[in-house]
Nanobody, 126 residues
Framework: QVQLVESGGGLVQAGGSLRLSCAGSGITFSRHNMGWFRQAPGKDREFVAVISWSGGYINYADSVRGRFTISRDNARNTLYLHLNSLKPEDTAVYYC???????????????????WGQGTQVTVSS
């Protein structure tokens, strides 16, 4: 069974930092593009960052570029998101997602990611 489990969320003051992790199992991790998405209360889920199977291609949403860093460790089946200079508007449930396998082109749309974790809450206070 494919499983993605996020961890590392919590409560932090504005300007602070967090590191989120996503542990994958039941898949050959290196054959999937990976992404982070988030959903704030009352809002639609939105794209945050994506990374190709090898880590050679990375893209960020404009709202987080320069503050967040996505990375992966295929040997450990783990995806990371470093959140820096956090703002109250970053408050959301953050979801890890995996694309279909097979070294496909990286996409930023939710429908391109069939595998999802349950999310981890990030709350930024002002």
């Amino acid at each position: 069974q494919v499983q993605l489990v996020e961890s590392g969320g919590g409560l932090v003051q504005a300007g602070g930092s967090l590191r989120l992790s996503c542990a994958g199992s039941g898949i050959t991790f290196s054959r999937h593009n990976m992404g982070w998405f988030r959903q704030a209360p009352g809002k639609d889920r939105e794209f945050v960052a994506v990374i190709s199977w090898s880590g050679g291609y990375i893209n960020y949403a404009d709202s987080v570029r320069g503050r967040f860093t996505i990375s992966r460790d295929n040997a450990r089946n783990t995806l990371y998101l470093h959140l820096n200079s956090l703002k109250p508007e970053d408050t959301a449930v953050y979801y890890c997602a995996a694309s279909s396998p097979g070294y496909i082109r990286v996409a930023v749309t939710q429908q391109s990611y069939p595998y999802w974790g349950q999310g981890t809450q990030v709350t930024v206070s002002s």
